[in-house]
């Protein structure tokens, strides 16, 4: 104790921060972190091993450059003074020490707190000590803060939202930037889907995503060694399908760790983890040992050509194009206006599948047009290249996909623009609008089944037509939606970062009614009918 003091005097807090939240973690976050793999049982050497390993495996030099500590590193009670204490035993040299060491070696310092009066683990939180600790965490030397929310003074949406708004308010008047992860909206998830509205979860995404840097939405991660890893990766993955909406440039959804070491993980389904995270530029926080990785887990995590995916500029999240009972098909845009296509073989046998010009956003027609025919197509596994005839090959086929596997592919910017294409789905029920097969111009919500009449195109003046009917928009008709093909000059929609589909003509919103009737009713504040998910690339009013 006695040292932390002479320290803290010594170390002051020089500088100001003058960068702005929005632009203070432009990229995801890529490094380690303890809870998943080591959870309460943490010591000073997990930190240094786990750096000294990240820096001898190249990992660090590929950009895994964020030590993050969790839950468990202080004593159980306050100092006098009200200040946290970290546990001499744990942490021998202390903090200052820890990360100038972690410093020194090139790695960026994170901590861990609850923003309630105890940690999930029993610790004591942060509650009415705010400031004292946001001071201490600075002066430590730590740039990275992950906000848990157990033990909150009440369970309701606007204390959560109360208590992280102060947080808000006090980094952004730190002299030095903080970057604030904000597990709040994972507490409101699964209490969602427990009864089955999910309107709180998503009101906490979206003040999350005003509030700080990163977000964990949804469920831990499954601990080292029980539990089944796929099942848990899954899980989490499907809730991160549901929120795309609320990723823009210097905001993040965090889906939790990446896993490589958990006994029921197969190589083939860890480097699916890692490439969906990577489709979808989520935060790459591996909890694992990281001095006992295997040559071929280094291999693939440190893959270049899916790490600046991840690291792409845009950070856009891919979103579905397709999916059915074996397959999801992602994609997303580059920068540089390059395509990224991830299909996941969700199955339990291995199987091809082609994903269409169309269904990939682009227009064999517009290539022709410009006399271009040939499309670049690089396997992001292998980093070979294939010229393509978007003339005569029917799109990009991903062959022999191993059960649980993803392949990912990303064609050179083509002469053809880009239309955002894909499902639109009501992200509680997660049923796809569907265009019918048939006489009727109906649209309904169905089960997901990877048909045409369920891949829409959103045309960037807000016209919207599935692959079935080219020439036929959805309209809203006194409040029944169907397609039309006046539709197509005359009914635009735009989407909110509430997740509603609106009818610039009407002001309503599309809905889901009982046994997926279609309509468009008057909008709410987050209803669960009335949440939709759209493809990527979609302008969000609000962002
Ligand atoms: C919660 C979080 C985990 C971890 C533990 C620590 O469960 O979601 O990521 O931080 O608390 O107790």
């Not at 610790?123 to 033990?151: H, S, V």
């Not at 983890?273 to 280094?298: G, N, V």
């Not at 009818?503 to 279609?518: I, K, P, Q, W, Y």
Request: proline letters at 3%.
């Amino acid at each position: 104790m006695v040292n932390q003091l002479v320290m803290a005097a010594a170390a002051g807090l020089a500088g100001s921060s003058a960068v702005a939240p929005e632009t203070l973690l432009p990229l995801p976050p890529m490094g380690f972190n303890n809870w998943a793999r080591f959870t309460t049982n943490i010591s000073e050497a997990i930190f240094v091993d786990a750096a000294k390993a990240m820096a001898e495996t190249g990992l660090l030099a590929a950009g895994y450059n964020r030590i993050n500590l969790d839950d468990a590193w202080s004593t159980m009670d306050r100092a006098a003074n009200g200040s946290m204490v970290w546990d001499d035993a744990k942490f021998p040299k202390g903090f200052y020490w820890l990360t100038e060491h972690l410093k020194s070696m090139g790695f960026l310092p994170g901590i861990y707190t609850d923003a309630g009066r105890r940690s999930c683990g029993g610790y004591p939180g942060a509650l009415d000590y705010e400031q004292i600790d946001l001071d201490d965490f600075t002066r430590w030397g730590f740039e990275y803060l992950k906000m848990d929310g157990c033990n909150m003074p009440g369970r309701g949406e606007a204390v959560y939202r109360s208590i992280y708004g102060r947080w808000n308010k006090m980094l952004r008047a730190a002299e030095k930037p903080m970057i604030f992860s904000n597990s709040a909206p994972a507490y409101f998830s699964g209490r969602g889907l427990a009864t089955n509205n999910l309107t709180n979860w998503y009101l906490a995404m979206g003040w999350a995503q005003k509030f700080g840097q990163l977000a964990r939405h949804s469920a831990d991660i499954v601990n080292y060694p029980s539990g089944n890893a796929w099942a848990s990766m899954q899980f989490n993955y499907n809730q991160h399908v549901r929120l795309a909406r609320y990723q823009i440039p210097g905001f993040f959804n965090d889906p939790d760790f990446l896993l490589v070491d958990h006994p029921s993980f197969s190589l083939e389904e860890k480097k699916s983890q890692f490439a969906l995270w990577c489709a979808f530029s989520a935060p790459l926080i591996l909890s694992t040992e990281m001095s006992a990785l295997k040559r071929e887990e280094i291999a693939y995590l440190t893959n270049k050509h899916l790490l600046a995916v991840n690291q792409d500029r845009l950070v856009q999240q891919a979103t579905l194009v397709s999916r059915d009972g074996a397959w999801d098909v992602l994609s997303k845009s580059l920068e540089n206006g390059d395509r990224v296509i991830a299909v996941l073989n969700k199955g339990s046998t291995s199987g091809s599948i082609t994903v269409s010009w169309d269904r990939i956003g682009l227009s064999p027609d517009a290539l022709l047009a410009a006399e271009q025919v040939l499309v670049s197509v690089q396997d992001l596994w292998t980093g070979e290249s294939v010229d393509l005839l978007a003339t005569e090959s029917r799109g990009v086929t991903a062959e022999n996909v191993p059960s649980h596997g993803t392949a990912v592919f990303r064609l050179k910017k083509s002469a053809s623009a880009v239309t955002p294409t894909g499902l639109i789905f009501n992200t509680r029920s997660m049923k796809c609008l569907t265009d019918q097969d048939g006489e009727s111009t109906q649209v309904r919500f169905a089960t997901c089944n990877g048909s045409d009449g369920q891949t829409w195109r959103v045309r960037s003046d807000g016209h919207i037509h599935s692959l079935l009917r080219r020439n036929e928009c959805l309209v809203d008709v006194e409040g029944e939606m169907s397609t039309d093909r006046a539709g197509c000059q005359s009914n635009a929609w735009r989407y909110e970062t509430s997740g509603n589909l609106i009818h610039g003509g009407s002001g309503r919103c599309l809905t889901e009614g009982a046994d997926g009737r279609a309509t468009a009713a008057a909008c709410g504040i987050e209803r669960n009918e009335q949440v939709v998910g759209l493809p990527i690339g979609v302008t969000v009013v609000g962002n």
